[in-house]
């Protein structure tokens, strides 16, 4: 699993789909008033990154190096806990694929990253309610709205990801066979 080490071709993947995240995060900037919205592109490419690498942690150096980049753009509000708002649902989708078999179909394995992800992301969200002194009721409100919502977000963009790996495998822009 950790054996080869990481190809140029890999290192640059990873950092287009980090930097491509955070970009496309700063430009549209969108006030949707949906909760869970920013699961969509958080997920989307996290799992892109993952099926053009292939590799287990290719998703969360992706998340770290996001977290990274929009710290130092200034995406965003949080400041450097910016890092852990993309680094948190990363570190969760790599845990969650290694106790996944790898014979699971492949959207499968993506939705399962996607909800998994977007767990820790709400669970982020409701240790940062009780850190600012809501109740532990309202948290748990907020929390499970913001799982619910977000999780329909990122399956959406689950189901997404397997046509646009297609498409990149068809135009020779990845070098793997399968995830």
Do not use: N
């Amino acid at each position: 699993m950790f054996d080869k080490k990481l190809q140029l071709q890999d290192a640059l993947f990873i950092g287009f789909c980090a930097t491509l995240l955070v970009a496309l995060k700063s430009m549209l900037r969108l006030k949707l008033g949906l909760t869970g919205h920013s699961m969509f592109l958080m997920c989307f490419f996290y799992l892109v990154c993952y099926g053009g690498v292939g590799r287990c942690g290719a998703i969360t150096l992706c998340g770290v190096l996001a977290g990274v980049v929009a710290m130092i753009l200034g995406v965003g509000k949080g400041g450097p806990l910016i890092l852990a708002k993309f680094a948190l649902p990363a570190v969760a989708m790599d845990i969650t694929l290694m106790l996944l078999p790898s014979v699971m179909p492949l959207l499968w394995r993506f939705i399962a990253l996607a909800l998994a992800a977007t767990l820790a992301w709400a669970l982020k969200g409701f240790v940062g309610d009780l850190l600012l002194g809501l109740s532990v009721e309202v948290s748990l409100l907020k929390g499970a709205k913001s799982l619910f919502f977000g999780s329909l977000f990122a399956i959406a963009a689950a189901l997404l990801v397997p046509s646009v790996l297609q498409r990149l495998k068809s135009h020779d822009l990845l070098h793997k066979d399968e995830v």
